[in-house]
Structures are given as structure tokens and as C-alpha cells.
């Protein structure tokens, strides 16, 4: 049983939850820690309810707790902006870490938990669990069976809408220093999953950005032009201001012999999927029901993790593939 710690009980850190219930045969939580005891004490008593026979310690210091627990790994799910230096702390006591999207608000951040994981032999994995959606990896089997043949195009559309309350709730949203805008905060699940699509690194990026509705400091709509070095091309349309609710989350991948779309409410459903040759597989509906905009997939990201560290093997997540997306935004924020 690897014994699992989580470092911040906001909003995401639900799914944490739940993810480490649905792998209670492999993984168990031993402590969770945030600044406002309460909202730790919260998410302690959600697990503890469902694993009647655990007991789950609460910090308010997630050094002490690094010191004083017998920890394997430690999910990180913090503002934005100190996800490096938790994950660096983390790393620096010897434990795998799990870090929410993005990894870090920088490059040279990113490149130092990469490198540092690598020094202390732990894994670092990235929480893109859109990945792991039975129509993303449908997608991703086809991609590198080459049946799209020739790729020209790719779109992730994010159009979907954050209140002025939204952002109240926590001031950190929105902020340079501790979030960005829409394309960081809302856009990255679907900016992963196109990159790691198109096949190929990055050759050039163009973008446009504006602040049109909500009162913070970052974009609330954002556009990206991603040109790949293998010709191929990417689209990114994210907002946060779509009238009167969030209206799609839309992955599209156009090539010489395949079209496919996949939309939902957290890229979860099979819209369109044409291919000039015919697999079995084709006629398998892989679309599921979800119930918000984070989906399902936190359940196998953490499972992949766990099997990683057991096989010493990467995370199909690892550092170097959750560093892509964010570096595409960074360079949209450049611009």
C-alpha cells in the first residue's frame, strides 16, 4: 500500500479523494494539509466516511507533516503559483510527487522539478487526467496506429464561463503571480491533449489575449496559432466569458484519412469519427457520463501513477510531458 498525503484541500482536492477511494486496495491516505484547518478537516471526514476504518491526520504546516508522517507520495493540489516550491519541498524529503495542473507558472520552474525528481529517483507526474478518458485514448490508438495519415489541422475550443464570483472565492484566481488567465487556468486540459495528438514539438506560436468581462489581472478569452514542426497546425479558442453557461470543451483532429471530434462536458463524448479504413474498435461508443468539467479521469491518472512507482516505469504523465502544455501557454503569454 503506498501511503498518499495531500497538500491543499480546495475545490480539486474532491477528486483526489475519490480517486484514492476507488484505489484503496493499492494506495491509502495517511494525512492532508491546509492553511485553513477547517477546510482539511472537511476533506478528511469525506474520505473517512466512505473508509470507515481509516485515520487520516490534519496539518496546518505541510513541512511538519512531511516530517512527522510516513509518506510515499503527496498529491499537491495548491494555488498555482507555490506548486513549484511544494513540489520541491516534496521531492527534497524523498516523496513521489502528483502535482496539479499547471506543474509551475515557468519554465526554469518546471525544468527544476524535472531534474530534481530525476536526482532523487521519484516520480513526477502531472494531472492531466483528460487523458485518460476512454474517448481520448481511443483517439490516441488510432493517432498512433496512423490512420489519420497525413495530420493538417487540430482544434481545442474551451468556451465556457467564470463569474465575477468565481474569482471572488479566491482572490488568487486570475493573478500573474499565482494563476494566469483562461487559457492557463481553464484551457491547459485541452491544450495538453492537443499537442499530444499532433505528434510533433512546437515551431512557432502567435497569439491574442484580452481582459473583455471579468475584473481580474489576466486574459478571461485568450486565441493560439501553434505551428508544428511536422507542418501540422493548432487551434486554441478559449474564453471565460460565454453567455449565460459554459457551452463546450471540443477536441478536433483533422487529417488525410480520419476526422474525429470529441465534445462533452469535459471531452468525454464521440461526436464525429470517420476514418477511410474500418476497425473493429470504430464501432465501440467509448463516450461516459461525467458530472462536471473534471470527468472521471483522476481514478486512472492515479492508478498509472501507482503502477509507475511500483514497475519503476514513467507516469504517462511525467514532468517532461506536463511541461508541454504550460510552455505553449507561457509563450502565448509572451506575446
Given at each position: 500500500?503506498?501511503?498518499?498525503?495531500?497538500?491543499?484541500?480546495?475545490?480539486?482536492?474532491?477528486?483526489?479523494?475519490?480517486?484514492?477511494?476507488?484505489?484503496?486496495?493499492?494506495?491509502?491516505?495517511?494525512?492532508?494539509?491546509?492553511?485553513?484547518?477547517?477546510?482539511?478537516?472537511?476533506?478528511?471526514?469525506?474520505?473517512?466516511?466512505?473508509?470507515?476504518?481509516?485515520?487520516?491526520?490534519?496539518?496546518?504546516?505541510?513541512?511538519?507533516?512531511?516530517?512527522?508522517?510516513?509518506?510515499?507520495?503527496?498529491?499537491?493540489?495548491?494555488?498555482?503559483?507555490?506548486?513549484?516550491?511544494?513540489?520541491?519541498?516534496?521531492?527534497?524529503?524523498?516523496?513521489?510527487?502528483?502535482?496539479?495542473?499547471?506543474?509551475?507558472?515557468?519554465?526554469?520552474?518546471?525544468?527544476?522539478?524535472?531534474?530534481?525528481?530525476?536526482?532523487?529517483?521519484?516520480?513526477?507526474?502531472?494531472?492531466?487526467?483528460?487523458?485518460?478518458?476512454?474517448?481520448?485514448?481511443?483517439?490516441?490508438?488510432?493517432?498512433?496506429?496512423?490512420?489519420?495519415?497525413?495530420?493538417?489541422?487540430?482544434?481545442?475550443?474551451?468556451?465556457?464561463?467564470?463569474?465575477?464570483?468565481?474569482?471572488?472565492?479566491?482572490?488568487?484566481?486570475?493573478?500573474?503571480?499565482?494563476?494566469?488567465?483562461?487559457?492557463?487556468n481553464q484551457c491547459i486540459h485541452n491544450i495538453d491533449l492537443l499537442q499530444w495528438m499532433m505528434g510533433s514539438e512546437v515551431e512557432r506560436i502567435h497569439a491574442e489575449r484580452?481582459?473583455?468581462?471579468?475584473?481580474?489581472?489576466?486574459?478571461?478569452?485568450?486565441?493560439?496559432?501553434?505551428?508544428?514542426k511536422n507542418g501540422s497546425i493548432g487551434m486554441v479558442e478559449g474564453s471565460a466569458c460565454v453567455y449565460p453557461k459554459n457551452l463546450e470543451e471540443t477536441l478536433s483532429i483533422?487529417?488525410?484519412?480520419?476526422?474525429?471530434?470529441?465534445?462533452?462536458?469535459?471531452?468525454?463524448?464521440?461526436?464525429?469519427?470517420?476514418?477511410?479504413?474500418?476497425?473493429?474498435?470504430?464501432?465501440?461508443?467509448?463516450?461516459?457520463?461525467?458530472?462536471?468539467?473534471?470527468?472521471?479521469?483522476?481514478?486512472?491518472?492515479?492508478?498509472?501513477?501507482?503502477?509507475?512507482?511500483?514497475?519503476?516505469?514513467?507516469?504517462?504523465?511525467?514532468?517532461?510531458?506536463?511541461?508541454?502544455?504550460?510552455?505553449?501557454?507561457?509563450?502565448?503569454?509572451?506575446?
Amino acid at each position: 500500500m503506498l501511503k498518499f498525503a495531500i497538500i491543499g484541500c480546495g475545490r480539486i482536492s474532491h477528486k483526489h479523494i475519490e480517486a484514492l477511494i476507488n484505489n484503496n486496495k493499492e494506495a491509502v491516505l495517511v494525512s492532508v494539509c491546509d492553511i485553513i484547518e477547517d477546510k482539511a478537516i472537511e476533506l478528511k471526514k469525506q474520505y473517512e466516511d466512505v473508509l470507515k476504518e481509516s485515520d487520516v491526520r490534519v496539518y496546518t504546516d505541510y513541512i511538519k507533516m512531511l516530517e512527522n508522517e510516513e509518506i510515499d507520495v503527496v498529491a499537491i493540489s495548491t494555488e498555482s503559483g507555490y506548486h513549484a516550491k511544494h513540489a520541491m519541498d516534496c521531492l527534497n524529503k524523498d516523496k513521489h510527487v502528483l502535482i496539479e495542473k499547471p506543474m509551475a507558472l515557468s519554465v526554469e520552474d518546471a525544468d527544476r522539478i524535472i531534474a530534481l525528481g530525476k536526482e532523487k529517483n521519484k516520480k513526477v507526474c502531472i494531472s492531466h487526467q483528460n487523458r485518460f478518458n476512454p474517448p481520448i485514448q481511443k483517439l490516441r490508438r488510432a493517432m498512433e496506429e496512423g490512420r489519420f495519415g497525413k495530420i493538417i489541422n487540430g482544434t481545442a475550443r474551451i468556451l465556457w464561463t467564470r463569474d465575477d464570483n468565481y474569482y471572488k472565492q479566491a482572490p488568487w484566481r486570475g493573478t500573474k503571480a499565482l494563476d494566469g488567465g483562461t487559457l492557463m487556468n481553464q484551457c491547459i486540459h485541452n491544450i495538453d491533449l492537443l499537442q499530444w495528438m499532433m505528434g510533433s514539438e512546437v515551431e512557432r506560436i502567435h497569439a491574442e489575449r484580452d481582459t473583455y468581462l471579468r475584473n481580474i489581472e489576466m486574459e478571461d478569452f485568450g486565441a493560439i496559432l501553434i505551428r508544428f514542426k511536422n507542418g501540422s497546425i493548432g487551434m486554441v479558442e478559449g474564453s471565460a466569458c460565454v453567455y449565460p453557461k459554459n457551452l463546450e470543451e471540443t477536441l478536433s483532429i483533422f487529417g488525410e484519412k480520419g476526422t474525429v471530434v470529441i465534445g462533452g462536458l469535459a471531452v468525454n463524448e464521440i461526436k464525429t469519427w470517420q476514418f477511410e479504413d474500418e476497425r473493429d474498435y470504430d464501432k465501440e461508443d467509448e463516450s461516459s457520463e461525467v458530472d462536471s468539467v473534471y470527468g472521471k479521469g483522476h481514478t486512472p491518472l492515479y492508478k498509472d501513477l501507482i503502477d509507475s512507482i511500483n514497475n519503476n516505469r514513467e507516469p504517462l504523465v511525467s514532468g517532461e510531458e506536463g511541461k508541454k502544455a504550460m510552455q505553449i501557454i507561457l509563450k502565448a503569454y509572451e506575446q
